[in-house]
Every structure is written in C-alpha cells, then in structure tokens.
C-alpha cells in the first residue's frame, strides 16, 4: 500500500470489501479485520477534488510472539518498580527502558499487540504495547500498567 498513491478502489480491488466502512466528513474508513480484534487493518481515505479517495494513513493490529502473555496474570508490580522506569520520547526513543528489560522482570503479561502505521509514503512507524492487568490486584500491587514501545533507528529494537 501507497499512502498518497493508492486509491479505494485499487485496494478494494486487490484485498477485497473491508469488514467496515464509514464516511465522515471528506475522509473514507475502513477496517479489514482477522480472526479476532487483534488483527485488523485500518486505512483512511482523503476525498480528492476528482471524488476518489486516496489513502491517507494506514495501521494494523497484530498479535506479537515478542511478549509471552498469560490470560491468568497476577500483578507483580508495585509503585516504585513503575516509576523506576525511563521513559523516551518522540525525539529519541532510544532514551527510555528497553523491552527486553521490561521482559527480563516482567516476563508474562495479560496482553500484547504490534502496530505497523503509515503516515507518509515509505515511511513506518512501529510500536508494541504490553498490557498488564489484574484488576483483583493484591494490596501493594498495581492492578494497570500499560506501556508503549517505539523503535529504534534501526527499526528492531523496543
């Protein structure tokens, strides 16, 4: 797919009716989605002055093997162990905890999904989101915590 070069039609044509679509305004989305909701594609069209819809953005959700999860997670984080984490930031991410340092002590999560988006032509962004719930948490535990990993320059590193 090619954002600012695909149209609608072309990818209708080469993938099929989506699972959902919806207009809004000048923009087109559709949602194409896979066995369950952790696999599905979103694509968003922009109204061209011709009528077409050319493709704006487009992500997907997908399931991960980097993170083993466990449907029966118990929370083993406190306060402090979360705030002791550096965060990075948009500028460079590199700067913030790295997953496998999450995953060295925190090793099985309640869930987690990859995310592949296009928002310019040939560029792509990628992130992985860890999830770890227990909402029957015990005292002193944290019943959330949620992180967001970005790569690297090098696109492989979280």
């Not at 093997?65 to 083993?76: F, H, I, P, W």
Request: proline letters at 3%; hydrophobic letters at 25%.
């Amino acid at each position: 797919m090619k954002v600012g070069k695909d149209s609608a039609k072309s990818i209708m044509k080469t993938y099929c009716k989506p699972s959902d679509a919806q207009m809004s305004g000048d923009d087109l989305n559709m949602t194409y989605s896979g066995k369950d909701y952790s696999e599905s594609v979103y694509l968003t069209f922009k109204k061209q002055y011709d009528g077409t819809f050319i493709l704006s953005h487009a992500s997907g959700n997908f399931p991960t093997d980097a993170v083993q999860t466990d449907d029966s997670y118990k929370s083993d984080w406190t306060k402090e162990q979360f705030d002791a984490i550096n965060k990075g930031d948009y500028s460079n991410p590199s700067n913030g905890t790295k997953l496998e340092g999450i995953l060295k002590d925190y090793p099985k999560a309640s869930d987690a999904d990859y995310t592949i988006s296009i928002v310019r032509e040939d560029e792509f962004k990628k992130e992985l989101t860890v999830f770890y719930n227990d909402f029957k948490s015990e005292d002193g535990k944290l019943k959330t915590v949620y992180l967001l990993f970005d790569t690297t320059e090098d696109g492989d590193t979280f």
